[in-house]
């Protein structure tokens, strides 16, 4: 019968897609961190890295720039905690620090999930790297 043929066909074709598709990042923080990560990075880090996190005399915090900087999750927390905010670091709480992370997570459009990004625990998915997700060209609105 042709019909079902094709649609077996169609079915195989489309599971292969989806084993090649790479698979969607686990959600990090939660939408509640990133938003507070917002008036925090507004706060401590715009100056520098600009309200729409396009860079000044910081870098991009935001697309192929930042995409192409080959931070891992792990560097981007290191990073962050320890030299940031570069006129004075290591000055804000670690639940602050986890929040801004959570911010600059979501406006890579990384998905926010039930967890939060843990304040002193270890880094989650230390060694991925840390890319601007979906081919964004606009950051992702804080949930
Ligand atoms: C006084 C200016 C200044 C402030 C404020 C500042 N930064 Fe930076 N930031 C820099 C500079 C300059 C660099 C590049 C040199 C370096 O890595 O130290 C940088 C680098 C970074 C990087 C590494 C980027 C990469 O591609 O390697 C991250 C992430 C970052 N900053 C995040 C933050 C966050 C988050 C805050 C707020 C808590 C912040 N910065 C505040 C100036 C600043």
């Not at 620090?97 to 230390?126: E, H, K, M, S, T």
Request: contains cysteine; glycine residues 10%; proline residues 10%.
């Amino acid at each position: 019968m042709r019909v079902p043929h094709i649609a077996a066909i169609a079915a195989l074709l489309l599971a292969a897609i989806g084993a090649n598709a790479p698979a969607p990042p686990a959600a990090m923080f939660t939408a509640a961190q990133a938003h507070d990560g917002l008036a925090l990075y507004g706060q401590y880090c715009s100056k520098c890295h600009a309200a729409g996190l396009t860079g000044g005399l910081g870098p991009d915090l935001f697309g192929r720039a930042f995409t192409a900087s080959s931070l891992s999750m792990g560097a981007l927390n290191a990073e962050v905690t320890r030299e940031m905010p570069q006129d004075n670091p290591g000055s804000l709480t670690p639940a602050q620090y986890a929040a801004i992370i959570a911010y600059l997570l979501a406006a890579n459009c990384y998905p926010a999930g039930p967890a939060a990004y843990p304040a002193d625990g270890p880094v989650p998915n230390r060694a991925t790297k840390v890319a601007t997700q979906d081919g964004a060209t606009a950051p992702c609105a804080a949930p």
